[in-house]
């Protein structure tokens, strides 16, 4: 899945070779996961000037709620 937040590229060819089944098991590792990818997403989304439903809509592919992915999009 090609995501313009990054760039135009699939997610997969900007992994750095981590996988799904190697995500840390404790909790503050995956929270401090979550906010380098929202970091990385947002910033990215300016970066390539994308629109508030663009990425709005590419959070949600991530799996992101709707009612925050719609209020991370909002300006």
């Known amino acids: 899945m090609k995501f313009n937040a990054c ?3 699939d997610a997969s060819e900007l992994d ?3 996988h799904m089944s190697t995500l ?3 909790w503050e590792s ?3 996961a979550c ?3 929202l970091h ?10 994308i ?3 663009t990425l709005s809509k590419e959070l949600l592919q ?4 709707k009612e925050r992915s719609d209020a991370l999009g909002t300006p």
């Open 7 to 9: 760039g135009g590229f």
């Open 16 to 18: 750095s070779g981590a």
């Open 24 to 26: 840390p098991k404790n």
């Open 30 to 32: 995956e929270r401090n």
């Open 35 to 37: 906010i380098a990818v």
């Open 40 to 49: 990385f997403f947002i910033t990215n989304a300016r970066k390539f000037d």
């Open 51 to 53: 629109d508030d439903s």
């Open 62 to 65: 991530l799996g992101l709620p």
